[in-house]
C-alpha cells in the first residue's frame, strides 16, 4: 500500500460500517466498489460495508525484526528436530522441488506452546485468564493480510499455477490470498466486520517483506482504529534432505492439513509490551477449535522475534498447511478454523448502547 486518499468518507451509513480505501496495492474490490474516479478506487482490500479514506502514513524505517523468514525459520528443521509426529505414507514428490519425498504427518496439539523462547508461560492459566480483547459493536473488527502472499501449496489435479520459486506463486488463486479470501468470507458471513489486504508483499522482492506488510498494517489501523485482531495468513515448511512433510489433521469427513498460531515476543531485543495479549488471543483460539476439531491444530508456537506483531493487539501469524500439502487440503483446514474460530471471536463483541 503507498497511499491511501485524503479525506475520511461516510458511505452506506445504515451500517454501521467502516472500510478504508487504499491505492497502489494493485487487485480488485471484492464485495464493495465505492463510485470514486479511478485513482481513488479501494484496490486490493476485500471488505464489507462504509468507506473511510485516510492520509497515508510516513513510511518506518527497516527494523532488524523484519527480515526473510527463511532466515529464522525455526520450523525449516531437520527431521529429527521436529516436533512428534506419526509419518502415515510417503505421497510421493512435490512439481518442481526436484523429487523432494512428501511424507503425511499429523503433529499433536491440543492445548500446547511449542515454546522457543526463555520466558516461562503456563498454557492452563493462560486460558483460564482468557483473552483480554473486546472487539468494537460497529466497524471493522478483524483486518487478514500476507507477509508472505506468494506462498502456496504443492501443485496438483486442476490446481496449477507459474511458479516464481518452489511452491511459490504470485496467482491470488493459487496462494495464500485464496486462504485469506475463503477465511474473509466465513468470519464475514458469521457477522463479524473483516478488511482482507490482499497485497503481494514479498514479490519482487522477499527480503523487505515484513516492513511492506508492516507499513500497511499501519496504514489501516490508522484510518480504522477500531481492529482489534490481526492475522497474518502463511503457508509453512517443514523438512529438509529432500524430505517435506505435509501436515494432515484426522479430522472425520474432511482430509485437511493442520493449522498452526505463531506468537512473537521481545526476546530478540525490540520492544513488543503486548505480546502476552497475543499469546492469550493465540489460546482461546486454540482452545475454541480444538473443542470442535481435536487434530486440526498443532501447537501455538511461542517465538523471540515479533513480526510485526507490536502494531496491534490482537496480532497472530496464522499457518495454514506446508508447502507439501496441496491447496484444497488447506482450504478444508481454514475452513475447520474459521467455522470453529467464529462464534469464539463474535463472543468478544462488545455489547451496542
Known sequence: MRAIGRACVSVLTSLGLCLFSAGGLGGELR?????????ERLR???VAGVSTVHPAAPTPEPSPDMRPREERDTRMLPAAALPPMDVLESAGSVPGAQEETVLETTIEGGIRIQNETQYWVD????????????????????????THASEAYTQAGLDRYSASDTARTEDTQ???????????DILTAAGLHVIHDRG???????TGSYTRSGQAVEQILESC?????????????LGSDGVVYKTMAEEEGSVASQVMLLVGTD???????GWRGNLALAMYLQNAVNTSCPTLMRPVALV??????QLAPGSLIVEVGSSGNTLREALAAIRLFAHAAAPALLALVAEEE
Do not use: C, K
Request: proline share 12%; glycine share 8%; charged share 20%.
Open 44 to 46: 486490493n482490500v476485500s
Open 31 to 39: 464485495r464493495t466498489m465505492i463510485d470514486r474516479p479511478p485513482g
Open 174 to 184: 493459487f496462494n495464500v490470498v485464496r486462504i485469506g479470501d475463503e477465511l474473509s
Open 123 to 146: 498454557a492452563a492459566q493462560i486460558l483460564a485468564d482468557g483473552p483480554g480483547l473486546e472487539l468494537p459493536a460497529e466497524g471493522p473488527q478483524i483486518l487478514i493480510i500476507h
Open 225 to 237: 482504529p477500531g481492529i482489534r485482531i490481526v492475522l497474518d495468513i502463511h503457508r509453512d515448511a
Open 304 to 309: 523471540p522475534q515479533r513480526y510485526n506483531q
Open 200 to 206: 503481494i508483499y514479498d514479490f519482487p522482492s522477499y
Open 267 to 273: 526476546e530478540s531485543g525490540l520492544p513488543h509490551p
